[in-house]
C-alpha cells in the first residue's frame, strides 16, 4: 500500500510543478523576443518621432486656431529649406555616383515625383487643421497605415502577420469613429460641412504620405539616406516655394507678424526637421509599416494635449485603444520583414523600384 502512495493525493504537485515551470519557460522565450535592446530602441526612437509630430500639431493648430494663420506651404517650405541647406549640399560635396549631379542625370524625374507627393501630403495635413481639431487630425492619420501595408505588400513583396491585419482593423475602426463623431459634434454648432472637408483632407494626406514612406523606406535601405533627404529637400524646396507664390501670396502679406507667430515658426520647422531627419535611421533597421504604427502614440499625445491645452471634448475612446495597440505591434514587423524584403528584391530584380539605383 506503501508504494501506491505516490500516485495518491501527492500525484498532482509533480504535474503542477511541471505546468509552471512551462508557463515560466514560455514567459521567459516572450521576454527574450519582445525586450531585446533591438525591440526597445526602436519603440524609444518611435517614442521620439511621436513627439515630434504631436510638435508640429501643437504649434500648428496655435496658428490657426489663436492667431488665424492659415500658411501650410510656408511652415512646410521653411522645413524643405533646412532639409536643402544640410542635406542637398552634403550631396554636391560627395564624388562619385553619390554626388548631386550624378543623381539628377539618372533620376531627376522620379524625385520630382516623391517630391510632389511629400510636399502635398504636408500641405493639405496642415491645411486641414483650419476645418477640424487637432485630435481629428492626429486620430485620423492612422488611415495611412492600412494604404502603406497594401503598397508593401505589392512594391515591396513585404508579408505580415495576422496580428497586423488586427491592428489595421483596429485602425480603421478608431478612423470610422472618429469621423462619425467629428460630423455629429459639427451638426451641434452647423460647421458639419467644414469639418468633414477637414476629415477628407486628413485621409488624403494620409495616403500621400503612405505614398512618401514607402519611397522612403525603398531608397534608404537600397540607397542612402543622405539621398533621400538631399533630394527631398531640393526638390520640396523647389515645389513648395512655387506653390507658395501662387497659393499663399496674400495669406502671408496679411500676418501680422510678432515673436510669438515666429517661435511658433521656427518651432514647427525644427519638429519636422528632427521628424524628416530620424524616421530614415528607424525606417532603415524596421519598416515604414512599423514606424508608422510605433508613431500612433502621437495620437494618444495629442489627445491630452486636446483636453488640456485645446478644452477638446473626448468624444471616442477608441482610437486613443488603438494607440497602445500601435505600439504593441511596432516590434513584430521588424524580426520578420527585412529578410523577406531582401529575398524579394534579389528574387525580383526587374521589379519597378528598383530603377531608382
Known amino acids: ?20 515551470g512551462e508557463f515560466s519557460s514560455l514567459l521567459r522565450r516572450i521576454k527574450g523576443k519582445l525586450f531585446t535592446w533591438n525591440i526597445l530602441k526602436t519603440i524609444a526612437l518611435g517614442q521620439m518621432l511621436s513627439l515630434c509630430i504631436c510638435g508640429t500639431a501643437i504649434t500648428s493648430q496655435y496658428l490657426a486656431e489663436r492667431y488665424k494663420v492659415n500658411t501650410p506651404m510656408l511652415q512646410s517650405f521653411i522645413n524643405y529649406c533646412l532639409l536643402f541647406l544640410i542635406y542637398t549640399v552634403m550631396l554636391a560635396f560627395r564624388s562619385g555616383s553619390d554626388n548631386l549631379l550624378v543623381i539628377l542625370k539618372r533620376k531627376w524625374w522620379k524625385y520630382i515625383l516623391l517630391g510632389l507627393a511629400d510636399v502635398e501630403a504636408n500641405y493639405v495635413i496642415v491645411r486641414a487643421y483650419q476645418y477640424t481639431t487637432l485630435t481629428s487630425v492626429q486620430l485620423l492619420d492612422c488611415f495611412g497605415i492600412p494604404v502603406l501595408m497594401a503598397l508593401s505588400w505589392f512594391i515591396l513583396h513585404a508579408r505580415y502577420r495576422v496580428i497586423h491585419f488586427i491592428a489595421v482593423a483596429v485602425c480603421l475602426l478608431g478612423v470610422g469613429t472618429m469621423v462619425g463623431a467629428d460630423i455629429l459634434a459639427g451638426r451641434e454648432d452647423n460647421s458639419g460641412s467644414d469639418v468633414l472637408i477637414g476629415d477628407i483632407l486628413v485621409l488624403l494626406g494620409a ?83 512599423s514606424v508608422n504604427l510605433g508613431i500612433l502614440t502621437a495620437d494618444l499625445y495629442s489627445l491630452f494635449v486636446g483636453l488640456f491645452l485645446f478644452g477638446y471634448k473626448d468624444s471616442t475612446s477608441c482610437p486613443s485603444l488603438s494607440s497602445w495597440w500601435g505600439l504593441s505591434c511596432t516590434a513584430p514587423p521588424r524580426l520578420a520583414r527585412p529578410s523577406r524584403l531582401k529575398a524579394a528584391c534579389l528574387q525580383s530584380p526587374a521589379l519597378g523600384l528598383t530603377t531608382w539605383g
Not at 500500500?1 to 509552471?20: I, K, Q, R, V, Y
Not at 510669438?260 to 521628424?275: D, G, N, Y
Request: one cysteine or more.
Open 1 to 20: 500500500m506503501e508504494s501506491d502512495s505516490p500516485a495518491g493525493p501527492g500525484a498532482p504537485e509533480p504535474l503542477a510543478e511541471g505546468a509552471a
Open 207 to 289: 495616403s500621400l504620405y503612405a505614398i512618401s514612406n514607402v519611397c522612403e523606406e525603398y531608397i534608404v535601405k537600397k540607397l542612402s539616406r543622405q539621398e533621400f533627404l538631399g533630394m527631398v529637400g531640393l526638390f520640396g524646396t523647389i515645389i513648395s516655394g512655387i506653390q507658395l507664390l501662387i497659393v499663399e501670396y496674400k495669406d502671408i502679406a496679411s500676418i501680422h507678424w510678432d515673436w510669438k507667430i515666429a517661435l511658433l515658426f521656427v518651432a514647427f520647422a525644427l519638429c519636422m526637421f528632427c521628424l524628416y531627419s530620424f524616421m530614415p535611421l528607424v525606417i532603415k533597421v524596421t519598416s515604414a509599416t
